[in-house]
């Protein structure tokens, strides 16, 4: 059993099943588990595929028993859904994709209603990707990679706004209901 990690920053537990057609050809295979999913995204076991060409491998390692341990369970179980408290038990939060939170402000200027939506990035191994914001397919500008603002007439109702957040992998919505 090994950790590896690809040129293209996937972490993977994997235990190599020997395979001499595919051995030969330079991929490896066996039974893996990506570790680098997504926030909210289920773990999943996979058997008997070609998972990666060894020229592909950044780096190996040896998992740690916490890792092994959690590897046993997907072997038994082939799936489980992403838990906060999974990730903390077996120390997996360093390879999760975690995605980008959103905390809102409003305030009235004049007859404009403004609201600003601080874009609050969690801390792993990977580079912060700035998204692309959307609300009814208009681009909000970012200022410096975490705040954009949207100002609108005051409305005399309840209203909900629908932010959309586009990464390069996801798209995700971060709701808004202004305070009347």
């Not at 590896?4 to 057609?21: A, E, R």
């Amino acid at each position: 059993m090994k950790k590896i990690t690809s040129k293209n920053n996937n972490t993977y537990l994997f235990q190599d099943v020997p395979h001499t057609g595919r051995n030969s050809l330079g991929i490896a295979s066996g039974k893996s588990v990506l570790l680098s999913i997504f926030e909210g995204e289920s773990y999943n076991i996979t058997e008997d595929v070609n998972l990666i060409h060894y020229s592909e491998i950044l780096k190996e390692e040896v998992p740690t028993d916490l890792e092994n341990e959690f590897f046993s369970i997907l072997k038994k179980n082939k799936q489980v859904k992403y838990k906060k408290a999974l990730i903390d038990k077996y120390q997996l939060g360093n390879y999760v994709h975690y995605l980008p939170k959103v905390k809102y402000t409003q305030e009235i200027v004049g007859e404009k209603l403004i609201i600003k939506g601080n874009i609050i990035y969690v801390k792993s191994m990977y580079k912060i990707e700035a998204p692309t914001v959307k609300l009814d397919d208009i681009i909000l500008p970012l200022e410096s990679d975490n705040t954009f603002i949207y100002s609108m007439d005051i409305p005399t109702e309840e209203t909900k706004l629908d932010f959309i957040l586009e990464l390069t992998k996801q798209i995700i919505t971060k709701s808004y209901k202004v305070k009347i």
